[in-house]
T-cell receptor, first 112, second 120 residues
Framework: GDSVTQMEGPVTLSEEAFLTINCTYTATGYPSLFWYVQYPGEGLQLLLKATKADDKGSNKGFEATYRKETTSFHLEKGSVQVSDSAVYFC???????????FGQGTTLQVKP | GAGVSQSPSNKVTEKGKDVELRCDPI?????LYWYRQRLGQGLEFLIY????????KSGLPSDRFSAERTGESVSTLTIQRTQQEDSAVYLC??????????????????FGSGTRLTVV
């Protein structure tokens, strides 16, 4: 079945460091891919998405490129801030259903 | 309403009791989803409603779990004879539609804040 695998956390970085959170997926067909973020004490929010191969989603300085050849959608940010501390979830959705399949989440801690 | 509303926000119940969790989706959203998030784990799909179609119940972990939705509005998730392993945050989300192949650029789920269920 469809699945999403994320790198295990927590990931701890200093402010202004470069961030990569790995995400790989298994799915039939051509799923859409998403990153969601959950800030402390808040609900899940859509961070960015890509709907086809080679698309790049971007938002708030975060980027992720849909790589079909490696079935990956790694999240990157060039310079993290303390306010980026949160749990990040990678997810996929196949075109014939609205159901999202989530990875297990990666906790990011950014220290000043 | 402006967002997805879930109630109660917190629920503590004794093992063996039944609980009902409520979700009010965004008006006009035809698709509604329930997920479970256990402590330190990812989101686990439970059930998905799309308009008047039969719901996708493939994620319900046991027959103690059931959910209903009235038309395209409120949904309730019922857990009967609760067990300690049911303790989790139960998240509801809604979206415009789950079935359109060409989605608007703002397509995505809107999540509620969740109900934290603790079974003691």
């Amino acid at each position: 079945g469809d699945s999403v695998t994320q790198m295990e956390g927590p990931v701890t970085l200093s402010e202004e460091a470069f961030l990569t959170i790995n995400c790989t997926y298994t799915a039939t067909g051509y799923p859409s891919l998403f990153w969601y973020v959950q800030y402390p004490g808040e609900g899940l929010q859509l961070l960015l998405k890509a709907t086809k191969a080679d698309d790049k989603g971007s938002n708030k300085g975060f980027e992720a490129t849909y790589r079909k050849e490696t079935t990956s959608f790694h999240l990157e940010k060039g310079s993290v801030q303390v306010s980026d501390s949160a749990v990040y979830f990678c997810a996929l959705r196949r075109g014939n259903t609205g159901k999202l399949i989530f990875g297990q989440g990666t906790t990011l801690q950014v220290k000043p | 309403g402006a967002g997805v509303s879930q109630s109660p926000s917190n629920k503590v119940t004794e093992k063996g009791k039944d609980v009902e969790l409520r979700c009010d989706p965004i008006s006009g959203h035809t698709a509604l989803y329930w997920y479970r998030q256990r402590l330190g784990q990812g989101l686990e799909f439970l059930i998905y409603f799309q308009g008047n179609s039969a719901p996708d119940k493939s994620g319900l972990p046991s027959d103690r779990f059931s959910a209903e939705r009235t038309g395209e509005s409120v949904s309730t998730l019922t857990i009967q004879r609760t067990q300690q392993e049911d303790s989790a945050v139960y998240l509801c989300a809604s979206s415009l539609s789950g079935l359109q192949p060409n989605l608007p650029s703002n397509y995505g789920y809107t999540f509620g804040s969740g109900t934290r269920l603790t079974v003691v």
